[in-house]
Structure formats: structure tokens, C-alpha cells
């Protein structure tokens, strides 16, 4: 089983992104400032104007969790669940698989890799760099 995430015009960049094994994240227009997650308008100064590009794909762990419980159907335990701190300043949350949990740590540099689901779906998961 996979938790589907949210797609709506305004992520649809990063689903189509992650399908053609690019991590890409949203960048203003008019003010360049790069943003994750994605939304319609600017944080820092409100344009609508907004573009994508791809990232290097790489990153450092700002923070992490271990889930060990309650279980997730179809899913070995633990997960390993970490806010990655891209190289291009924005965070995101994503699954570390191939780390044991015991040797996570802050500032781990991780880089990106695709799992695909199905047509529809290809999530980004993160192995050590
Ligand atoms: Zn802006």
C-alpha cells in the first residue's frame, strides 16, 4: 500500500518531474526565490508568475523520524521518514531507505532516487549520498 499524495494543478510539475527522474521544485517568476512545497502564489512577495526547475537531487538530513509503529500495511518496519534540506535551500519530507535507523543522523548527505508506482506515480525516496 502507498499513501497517495496531493496532486493538483500546482504540483502536477513535480509528479511529471519525478516520473522523468527529475526532482524539480518551484521558483517565482518575478522575484526568483525558490520554494517547496509548491502553491500558487509567492511567499515572498506575492507574484502568481511561477516556474520550476530541476534540482541536483541532492541534499542533507535536517531532521528525521523513525516510525516503528503502528504498522503500515504491505510495509516493512521501521520507516525512516526525513526533513532533507536540498542543496538549493528548500526542505522536504521524504523516506531514507537503505539507512538503518540506528545510523541516521543530522547532516547526513543523502541524494535522491525514484520509486514508481504505477503510470501515475513516482515517488522520490532518498539513499546515502
Ligand atoms: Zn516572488
Not at 503502528?70 to 536540498?86: K, N, Q, S, T, Y
Request: charged content about 25%; overall charge negative.
Amino acid at each position: 500500500m502507498t499513501v497517495r499524495p496531493m496532486m493538483n494543478r500546482d504540483s502536477q510539475f513535480f509528479w511529471d518531474g519525478t516520473a522523468a527522474g527529475e526532482l524539480r521544485i518551484q521558483v517565482c517568476n518575478a522575484c526568483g526565490a525558490k520554494r517547496f512545497p509548491p502553491g500558487p502564489a509567492c511567499p515572498d512577495c506575492g507574484a502568481l508568475d511561477r516556474g520550476h526547475l530541476a534540482t541536483g537531487g541532492r541534499g542533507t538530513v535536517f531532521s528525521y523520524v523513525v516510525h516503528r509503529h503502528p504498522p503500515v500495511p504491505g510495509r516493512e518496519m521501521p520507516i525512516v521518514i526525513a526533513l532533507i534540506e536540498l542543496d538549493e535551500g528548500v526542505r522536504m519530507v521524504g523516506e531514507v531507505v537503505d539507512v538503518a535507523d540506528d545510523e541516521m543522523k543530522i547532516g547526513m548527505p543523502l541524494r535522491v532516487d525514484y520509486r514508481r508506482v504505477d503510470d501515475e506515480l513516482t515517488l522520490p525516496i532518498w539513499r546515502r549520498a
